[in-house]
């Protein structure tokens, strides 16, 4: 019984840190980036990545705000990096060849977007 008691306190204990987690970011600190729509409309802004939660954090103003529907943004470009938008996931552009070597795979549909 008591086995079943810490076991069970053991849990608690562990899903009560994962729900308070914090961001692990991409960069070691915010950083100016491009970002291009698939509406053809483009921004720059102060961000992150956050690569746990999945979603561009960044600085509207003096407010911090999420971006958490990846798939309305077509490229990203931050500190001497490319990224792109596939399947949901934001990819790292490795390679400009023919084909785009990506985080995700290859990708042929996204080199008429490089800026």
Same mark, same amino acid.
């Given at each position: 019984m008591k086995r079943i008691l810490w076991t069970l306190?053991?849990?608690l204990l562990l899903c009560g840190s994962v729900s308070a987690r914090q961001p692990v970011y991409l960069f070691p600190e915010f950083v100016v980036g491009h970002l291009i729509f698939h509406d053809q409309s483009q921004a720059d802004v102060k961000l992150n $990545?956050?690569?746990l939660g999945q979603k561009i954090v960044y600085y509207d103003g003096d407010n911090l705000m /999420? +971006?958490?529907h990846l798939? +309305? %943004?077509?490229?990203l470009e931050a500190s001497d990096?490319? $990224?792109v938008v596939k399947d949901g %996931? %934001?990819? /790292?552009?490795f390679d %400009?060849?023919?084909a785009w070597r990506t985080s995700c795979g290859y990708s +042929?549909?996204?080199?008429k977007y490089r800026i």
């Open positions: 306190a053991a849990c $990545f956050d690569a /999420e +971006m958490t798939p +309305m %943004l077509k490229v990096r490319v $990224f %996931l %934001l990819c /790292e552009v %400009l060849s023919i +042929m549909s996204y080199i």
